[in-house]
């Protein structure tokens, strides 16, 4: 249930019994913590869950404490957090989103409102791993284009230029496989001159 792992941090035991229950309905794998510094703790593992429900008011560190963490951590800075509390004030709901929550939900809750909120929580997750993913892919074709700064092998005549496979390319071949590139035809000045020379 690699996708559907949530941490969530929730100090009522019996709140938290009954959301784990919800969750585990939704097929969801859910580690269940009873405070901020045990929430803070499961953070510091090295595949912590994507996504985590917080619980604002909780003894010692509260919800916003681990939030506030959570993104001065860059390993775990684009973790998907949902706030989960009985508070209900509009203020509390700025301050939750402007902390970086991405989202916040006010008990009590409508269980199907929250399996929905969550799923998009796990989207919006999977997005920024394909993100991440394209990123990594062109920096490995940035990687590879640059290294065409290095020696190639040319032919002194005819300039054609010696890939990996042994092969024998021209200029244009080489580096329409190698780079995004593509070529317009001309004469550059010295040619147009010697052409000219040759017609006289």
């Known amino acids: 249930m690699e996708n559907r792992r949530i941490l969530m941090a929730e100090d009522d035991p019996l709140a ?32 912590p869950p994507p996504v985590i429900l917080l619980d604002w008011m909780m003894p010692g560190l509260n919800g916003m404490d681990v939030m506030e963490r959570i993104r001065q951590t860059p390993r775990i800075a684009s973790s998907y957090v949902i706030f989960l509390t009985a508070r209900q004030d509009p203020a509390d709901i700025s301050a939750s989103l402007a902390s970086g929550a991405q989202d916040f939900v006010s008990k009590p809750f409508n269980e199907e409102e929250l399996a929905a909120r969550i799923q998009v929580a796990f989207r919006t997750v999977e997005l920024q791993r394909q993100l991440a993913q394209r990123v990594a892919e062109l920096e490995l074709a940035l990687k590879r284009i640059t290294q065409l700064e290095g020696i190639l092998p040319i032919c002194a005549k005819c300039k054609k230029i010696r890939d990996a496979s042994n092969d024998w390319k021209t200029v244009e071949t080489y580096l329409q496989k190698h780079a995004p590139v593509s070529f317009t035809h001309g004469l550059c000045p010295e040619c147009v001159a010697q052409m000219l020379k040759e017609l006289e």
């Open 16 to 47: 938290r019994r009954s959301l784990s229950g919800i969750l585990a309905r939704h097929n969801y794998e859910v580690t269940a913590v009873e405070d901020g510094a045990a929430a803070w703790q499961v953070l510091q593992n090295d595949n």
